[in-house]
């Protein structure tokens, strides 16, 4: 039987814009099944914290505009369990909004806040670190994190330093660090202490509201103002009418870095957050030139790394390209270098404005 004491606050707001252009503004890729499993990452996502979760305590906070899509993606879940959010106000209102429901609902609570889009394969190891995590904040007083060994010095993270003379599977951590450049993340592999920060959270709802309270009192009153509607028919008045003077900050940046009881446990499975093409072409499995496909049907010719995607049984034909991201979508086809892949951000926004909204 699983604890009713246990939460998830499960992350399916953001916009994926890396992924353009199978990911845009109205489908974001939390809702594809990016790597062609048959499952979307939403539904992974879900099914994955539902191992150690009570279905019904698993709340998805996304915006107002994919309510739809979550309804048809997850149709067992409740009205109760999808909180929206009328405006795009990065991670730290939103995560203290959907606290004090939870708070209001079962003060005892301990809760996860877990992305919906990223790669797990080890869903036994992840959720032995999460009971871990869930244990030792029932009984403390503690912001935990799961951070990730590095396997190269990568530039595209922040990272997570932890107390170098910890022994045990819990460690303290020293401090946050900002995306660094490569010889800096050089470095921080080299002194062995540092971990990649997947933006994956878990507390007691008790410390998680003591620290928006201690931190941020302002976000703390604004949504402690409305703490009589929540659960209740006047929620959806309140949040509308006050969401929007909720300051934009990510909750790295409210609480992890300004508080003193942060500890991070380093994780035992395989992660990728699926942030870039390039991201996801490193988790498929690739043929013997290293092309990695996803729905098409091929004929390739001196045609080798590339990353390539287009509508399921769709013939593709390629010849003399290497390295290249080819997705077809639609009234959309990119044909870009892997090595570029962080510009197509500023390619979706020229297209934008070159083109329409329609097409991104």
């Not at 912001?143 to 990272?159: A, C, D, F, V, W």
């Not at 870095?257 to 380093?266: G, H, L, Q």
């Not at 995607?309 to 959309?332: C, F, N, P």
Request: hydrophobic content about 40%; glycine content about 4%; aromatic content about 12%.
């Amino acid at each position: 039987m699983k604890n009713k004491n246990y939460y998830a606050i499960l992350m399916a707001g953001g916009v994926g814009s890396r992924f353009w252009p199978v990911s845009t503004q109205d489908f974001p890729k939390q809702f594809h099944d990016m790597l062609g499993t048959g499952d979307t990452l939403i539904q992974k996502t879900f099914q994955r914290l539902a191992q150690l979760i009570p279905e019904e305590n698993i709340f998805i906070l996304t915006n107002e505009r994919y309510n739809d899509l979550v309804f048809q993606q997850l149709p067992n879940v409740t009205k109760r369990q999808v909180v929206l959010e009328p405006a795009m106000r990065n991670t730290a209102p939103c995560i203290l909004y959907a606290s004090l429901k939870i708070q209001k609902e079962n003060e005892n609570a301990v809760m996860i806040v877990a992305p919906s889009d990223h790669w797990i394969e080890d869903e036994q190891a992840f959720s032995a670190n999460v009971k871990t995590a869930f244990d030792y904040c029932e009984s403390n007083d503690a912001l935990m994190t799961l951070g990730i060994t590095p396997t190269l010095p990568n530039t595209g993270y922040g990272y997570i330093e932890y107390d170098k003379t910890a022994t045990t599977e819990i460690k303290s951590v020293n401090q946050f660090r900002e995306k660094p450049d490569y010889e800096t993340a050089k470095s921080f592999i080299s002194q062995g202490n540092f971990l990649w920060n997947a933006g994956i959270f878990m507390w007691s709802v008790k410390s998680v509201i003591s620290a928006f309270k201690n931190n941020q009192p302002e976000l703390f009153e604004l949504f402690k103002s409305g703490y009589g509607s929540y659960n209740t028919e006047l929620e959806d008045d309140f949040i509308k009418d006050n969401y929007e003077k909720a300051e934009n900050i990510s909750v790295d940046y409210a609480l992890m870095e300004k508080s003193d009881n942060v500890f991070v446990i380093p994780a035992t499975f395989d992660w990728n957050d699926l942030g870039t093409w390039g991201s996801l072409y490193d988790k498929l499995d690739k043929d013997e030139d290293a092309n990695a496909i996803v729905n098409s049907k091929t004929l390739l010719e001196d045609a080798s790394g590339n990353m390539i995607r287009s509508k399921r049984d769709k013939l593709v034909v390629i010849d003399g390209l290497k390295d290249y991201i080819i997705v077809d979508k639609d009234e959309v086809l990119l044909i870009f270098p892997k090595e570029k892949e962080q510009d197509i951000k500023k390619v979706l926004q020229n297209v934008k404005a070159n083109f329409g909204e329609e097409f991104g």
